[in-house]
């Protein structure tokens, strides 16, 4: 290719035009400043252009932990719901899976076969009941319409997080809670049954954290409802025709543990973990998840499930994961857990005939060993 003969143009002119946008800049950039301090406005992207970053810089390790990470373990909904209209795969991906499938064995590609046809719905009638295919949905859907909250919380909590690895670990979840809405969706709908709107308690809950300021968002959100998503994933993912919310279960993991490698590299000022109308407002969002649980009590019982094993290890887990990254309550850990123990109890004694008292903190609902061991890492449990 020949080399393009340059133009002549006037060097004055040029250096003119390259004073006159120095002068811009400055002028422009100090109005936005003083905006900005006066508390009037000022520059809403939060981006670093003289070093090419966002502000806060590159934050390597956390793009590593969670943007990475995310990108590696991103699952398609087409090879593990085969059943389902999603098509995701890339060319390469549906050439490895036909190659999977040659090697697999007889039964194994039985079992396939049973999971790709559209006989999906009436396999499920085969292990459920009319009532438990709708406690299934009536619970599941409880994290269908999080999950479509959490998708509008964290596009508007993108914009809240500093540094380049900040914003692509929130640009994976924002993906993530997309792919979980309309792929949770479609399976509870293979289900059918009529999928319940939010409940009253759900719906205050929900729009109480979306409405949540600045990073307090991460509570609402990343602790208390991606937290409350962990634990159902992880308490129903064994049961038939839902081990795909193992892949769920796992995407969440990330999700709850965001907030604490987020805040290790910008923490909470003193004022944001202590302020105490912070302190009540977090209190009021972790007691307000509580009624969303007793409005689906039959529905887990259906199943077998205590409520209050679930309310008890969820409450052990938020509250854990709360006090390490920084979002203190109005009380310690302990207090809080022993206040709500004595609630469940007191409900309990109430509400059941020939019941004995017992500590519902120290309840575990999550099943599988994989997905214990995720949680382990993430909330640090204790016995």
């Given at each position: 290719?020949?080399i393009?003969?340059n133009l002549s143009?006037?060097?004055?002119?040029?250096?003119?035009?390259?004073?006159i946008?120095?002068?811009?800049?400055t002028?422009?950039?100090s109005?936005?400043?003083a905006?900005q301090?006066?508390?009037?406005g000022?520059?809403?992207?939060?981006?670093d252009?003289?070093h090419y970053?966002?502000?806060?810089?590159?934050?390597?390790n956390?793009?590593?932990?969670h943007?990475?990470?995310?990108?590696r373990?991103?699952?398609?909904a087409?090879?593990h719901?085969?059943w389902?209209s999603?098509?995701d795969?890339?060319?390469?991906?549906?050439?490895?899976?036909?190659?999977?499938?040659k090697?697999?064995?007889?039964?194994e590609r039985?079992?396939?076969?049973?999971?790709?046809?559209?006989e999906f719905?009436?396999e499920?009638?085969?292990?459920?009941?009319?009532r438990?295919?709708?406690a299934?949905?009536?619970?599941?859907?409880?994290i269908?319409?999080g999950?479509?909250?959490?998708?509008?919380?964290?596009?508007?909590?993108?914009?809240?997080v500093?540094?380049?690895?900040?914003?692509?670990a929130?640009?994976?979840?924002v993906?993530?809670?997309a792919?979980?809405?309309v792929v949770l969706?479609?399976?509870?709908?293979?289900?059918?049954?009529?999928?319940p709107?939010?409940?009253?308690?759900?719906y205050?809950l929900?729009?109480r954290?979306?409405?949540s300021?600045?990073l307090?968002k991460?509570f609402g959100m990343?602790?208390?409802?991606?937290?409350?998503a962990?634990s159902?994933?992880g308490?129903?993912?064994?049961l038939?025709g839902?081990?795909?919310?193992k892949?769920?279960?796992?995407d969440e993991?990330r999700?709850?543990?965001?907030?604490g490698n987020?805040?290790?590299?910008?923490p909470?000022s003193?004022?944001?973990?202590?302020?105490?109308a912070?302190?009540?407002r977090r209190?009021?969002?972790?007691l307000?998840a509580?009624?969303?649980?007793?409005?689906?009590?039959?529905?887990?019982?259906v199943?077998g499930?205590?409520a209050?094993d679930?309310?008890?290890?969820?409450a052990r887990k938020v509250?854990?994961?709360s006090e390490?990254?920084?979002f203190?309550?109005p009380?310690s850990?302990?207090?809080?857990g022993?206040?709500?123990?004595?609630l469940f109890?007191?409900y309990?004694k109430s509400?059941?005939?020939?019941f004995?008292?017992?500590?519902f903190?120290?309840?575990?609902?999550?099943?599988?060993?994989?997905e214990l061991e995720?949680e382990?890492?993430?909330?640090a449990?204790v016995?």
């Amino acid at each position: 290719m020949d080399i393009v003969t340059n133009l002549s143009i006037n060097p004055r002119v040029t250096r003119l035009n390259h004073t006159i946008e120095q002068i811009a800049n400055t002028a422009v950039r100090s109005w936005d400043r003083a905006m900005q301090q006066a508390g009037l406005g000022g520059r809403k992207g939060y981006y670093d252009d003289e070093h090419y970053e966002f502000e806060g810089g590159e934050q390597h390790n956390l793009r590593t932990k969670h943007y990475d990470k995310s990108l590696r373990l991103l699952w398609k909904a087409e090879e593990h719901a085969p059943w389902s209209s999603f098509r995701d795969c890339t060319r390469d991906e549906e050439t490895m899976l036909a190659m999977t499938k040659k090697s697999l064995s007889k039964e194994e590609r039985a079992l396939r076969t049973r999971l790709a046809s559209k006989e999906f719905a009436q396999e499920l009638d085969q292990h459920y009941t009319m009532r438990q295919k709708q406690a299934i949905v009536n619970i599941l859907s409880l994290i269908g319409h999080g999950e479509a909250y959490a998708w509008l919380v964290s596009t508007e909590l993108l914009n809240e997080v500093r540094s380049t690895g900040g914003r692509a670990a929130l640009t994976m979840q924002v993906l993530e809670e997309a792919k979980h809405f309309v792929v949770l969706r479609e399976l509870i709908r293979a289900f059918n049954c009529p999928v319940p709107r939010m409940n009253a308690w759900e719906y205050v809950l929900l729009e109480r954290i979306y409405k949540s300021k600045g990073l307090e968002k991460f509570f609402g959100m990343n602790v208390v409802v991606e937290g409350f998503a962990l634990s159902l994933f992880g308490m129903m993912s064994p049961l038939p025709g839902l081990e795909m919310l193992k892949l769920f279960h796992r995407d969440e993991s990330r999700h709850t543990a965001l907030p604490g490698n987020y805040l290790k590299e910008f923490p909470l000022s003193r004022w944001q973990m202590s302020n105490p109308a912070n302190r009540m407002r977090r209190l009021v969002t972790v007691l307000a998840a509580l009624p969303v649980l007793l409005h689906v009590e039959d529905d887990l019982a259906v199943l077998g499930i205590d409520a209050f094993d679930l309310a008890g290890s969820l409450a052990r887990k938020v509250l854990k994961l709360s006090e390490r990254v920084g979002f203190r309550l109005p009380m310690s850990y302990d207090h809080a857990g022993l206040i709500l123990n004595k609630l469940f109890n007191a409900y309990c004694k109430s509400t059941r005939e020939g019941f004995a008292e017992r500590n519902f903190l120290l309840s575990e609902t999550t099943v599988g060993d994989e997905e214990l061991e995720l949680e382990q890492e993430i909330f640090a449990q204790v016995a």
